[in-house]
């Protein structure tokens, strides 16, 4: 059974009432959607995926990448290199490239959640950008359709949703069979019924395909890791590689089909 509370050798930081480390810099400095210094790239990245993401977009690349038929095969750590050189332009808090994020979210979660019995944790943190491999030139897919945040198509946008006045040029957003509180669903359908915007939340949880629900409060406390753990200073890749392979070694098959 996996226990809610914090390990006895956890090392808690009040430094915010939800947070149990020391971020980088200030809380409510993060996720600034309004005057950031990367401003004008998030701004268009959202314009562009709040405007083209449609609910037959995403019905499409469902079908090109849930078979899982790219032909394209490799492990973990080679697909985390793939994301070297990329940069998410959604991203107001970061402009390094995502193997750090990627590293940074882990090791975070490594301080509060030392022990080995949350080795699976520490690897979540590790893998859970992964998706963002998309971006690769293997892939090739344009920046609108990898990141940002996720939101239900097929159904009304929500007015809570980052930069929602954008959703105003989807194609969607006037369509009645789209438009309305429910959409193409009908109440309590279940949301693995629901479609998802695309992008690489989605395209990973293809991949790995793991139910999440009886993980809900985890995904909770893994969410403060991933916003505040962002830090301007790149990280030292290869001394943190081993232990990040002898976890995917552990968990992970040699090779994933992508």
């Known amino acids: ?5 914090l390990p006895p ?17 200030e809380v409510d400095t993060f996720r600034n959607y309004e005057d950031s210094h990367l401003q004008d790239s ?29 032909g394209i095969n490799m492990s973990v750590w080679e697909a985390a290199e793939l994301l070297n050189t990329i940069v998410d ?6 402009d390094i490239p995502q193997i750090n994020h990627l590293l940074q979210t882990a090791e ?31 892939f090739n897919e344009p920046q609108w359709a990898v990141v940002g945040d996720t939101f ?12 929602y006045e954008y959703f105003k040029d989807n194609p969607d957003y006037n369509n009645s069979l789209y438009n309305t509180e429910c959409g193409v669903y009908e109440k309590h359908c279940g949301l693995e019924n629901v479609v998802m915007s695309w992008g690489h939340d989605e395209y990973f949880y293809q991949i ?33 590689k081993p232990y990040y392979q002898s976890l995917i070694k552990k968990y992970f098959p040699d090779t994933l089909r992508w």
């Open 208 to 240: 790995t395909n793991e139910q999440d629900q009886e993980m809900l409060e985890w995904v909770k406390k893994f969410n403060m890791f991933d916003l505040y753990s962002k830090d301007a200073e790149p990280v030292n890749v290869e001394k943190l």
């Open 152 to 163: 239900p198509v097929g159904c009304r946008f929500d007015e809570s949703n980052i930069f």
């Open 108 to 138: 975070a979660i490594r301080k509060v959640y030392p022990g080995e019995e949350y080795d699976w944790f520490h690897l979540t943190g590790f893998i859970h950008d992964l998706g963002k491999i998309l971006l690769n030139p293997r």
């Open 9 to 25: 050798s956890a090392t808690v930081v009040v430094a915010h009432p939800t947070l149990q480390f020391e971020p980088t810099k």
């Open 1 to 5: 059974m996996i226990k809610s509370e």
């Open 89 to 94: 332009e959604s991203d107001p808090d970061s």
């Open 42 to 70: 998030v701004s268009r990245a959202y314009r562009n995926s709040h405007t083209k993401q449609t609910y037959e977009y995403a019905k499409s690349k469902l079908d090109q990448y849930g078979s899982l038929s790219t």
